[in-house]
């Protein structure tokens, strides 16, 4: 499986961008998609996850300002992320996780990233 990521760029503050991610390959219907983010020097944190059910989860600092989606037929996943901030600047990397229930295994599959710059 490989996931490729789109439409990161150069935002002012305020501005909106959206970001997508198509995974190539197969996935299991029962999968869970997300975006997380990192910034040089610190840990990858978690921005927005949602399962194939559609049921979603964001970090404190995404709620009321960024929307995650998905089309399950396409394996693809957006992010809508309105009201941007300058501390919003990160590469921001798709993740795709699901679980083989059969062997009791789990796999992730990460995208390279997209830089979202938010200038002051």
């Known amino acids: 499986v490989q996931l490729v990521e789109s439409g990161g760029g150069l935002v002012r503050a305020g501005g909106s961008l959206r970001l997508s991610c198509t995974a190539s390959?197969?996935?299991?219907?029962?999968?869970?998609m997300g975006w997380y983010r990192q910034v040089p020097g610190q840990l990858r944190e978690l921005v927005a996850d949602i399962s194939s059910g559609g049921m979603t989860n964001y970090a404190e600092s995404a709620k009321g300002r960024f929307t995650i989606s998905r089309e399950n037929a396409k394996n693809t996943v957006h992010l809508q992320m309105d009201r941007l901030r300058p501390e919003d600047t990160a590469n921001y990397y798709c993740l795709a996780h699901q679980i083989d229930y059969t062997l009791g295994k789990q796999y992730e599959f990460w995208g390279l990233g997209t830089q979202v710059t938010v200038s002051s």
């Open positions: 390959g197969s996935l299991f219907s029962d999968n869970t």
